[in-house]
């Protein structure tokens, strides 16, 4: 079956550690994205990437740093730095110049404690 | 910049009604609009989505939207609510279909038994 998988569903992490989210899919789509979900607040995009070897910074990618060296792998670090990182992440995908139909995967909420 | 509005936080209608779940945008350039569902603990799933041409979009699930550049608005409607239809409800634009999408806050459908 073709989709979008990430692990874990669900993550603890104490204050002060790196953390990194996985985020594959098989899909073949050359764009991949990041989103934070907060109650109450939406979707917020924390990077996107369009191809491999190459990613922007959305709108709150402080605390937060990505890589894409394989076509169906985005991997979050969430860093120390982000100052309130517990919430549940989203990763989503898409065919190039397609971006307004987003696969989604099924999410990791992360607490930190 | 483009921005979205929903209107409702929340909406609780009984079975078997009619729902609206409103959505007004913001943006002095021509967009393109989507609604997007996410079932409890899950990703989210594109609804349907207006590009252009008719005004009147029909999505998956016996949804439809209309988009009505005169009040800046893309209204979701479904005649008769099912207890399935519970979920979160998310109105999103993008000024290009290459670029980023701009999603709303959310709006939490609850049907009633």
């Known amino acids: 079956d073709g989709g979008i998988t990430q692990s874990p569903k669900y993550l603890f992490r104490k204050e002060g550690q790196n953390v990194t989210l996985s985020c594959e899919q098989n899909?073949?789509?050359?764009?991949m994205y990041w989103y934070r979900q907060d109650p109450g607040q939406g979707l917020r995009l924390i990077y996107y990437?369009?191809?491999?070897?190459?990613?922007q910074k959305g709108d709150i990618a402080e605390g937060y740093s990505v890589s894409r060296e394989k076509k169906e792998s985005f991997p979050l670090t969430v860093t120390s730095a982000q100052k309130n990182p517990t919430a549940f992440y989203l990763c989503?995908?898409?065919?190039?110049?397609?971006?307004?139909?987003?696969?989604f995967g099924p999410g990791t909420r992360l607490t930190v404690l | 910049a483009q921005s979205v509005t929903q209107l409702d936080s929340q909406v609780p209608v009984f079975e078997e009604a009619p729902v609206e779940l409103r959505c007004n945008y913001s943006?002095?350039?021509?967009?393109?609009l989507f609604w997007y569902v996410q079932y409890p603990n899950q990703g989210l799933q594109l609804l349907l989505k207006?590009?252009?041409?008719?005004?009147l979009v029909k999505g998956i699930n016996g949804f439809e939207a209309e988009f009505n550049k005169s009040q800046t608005s893309f209204h979701l409607r479904k005649p008769s609510v099912h207890i399935s239809d519970t979920a979160e409800y998310f109105c999103?634009?993008?000024?290009?279909?290459?670029?980023?999408?701009?999603f709303g806050k959310g709006t939490r459908l609850h049907i009633l038994p």
């Open positions: 989503a995908s898409s065919r190039a110049g397609e971006a307004d139909t987003q696969y």
């Open positions: 899909l073949n789509h050359d764009a």
């Open positions: 990437s369009q191809i491999v070897n190459d990613f």
């Open positions: 943006s002095s350039v021509s967009v393109y």
């Open positions: 207006y590009l252009s041409g008719s005004t």
């Open positions: 999103a634009v993008t000024l290009n279909r290459d670029g980023k999408i701009i």
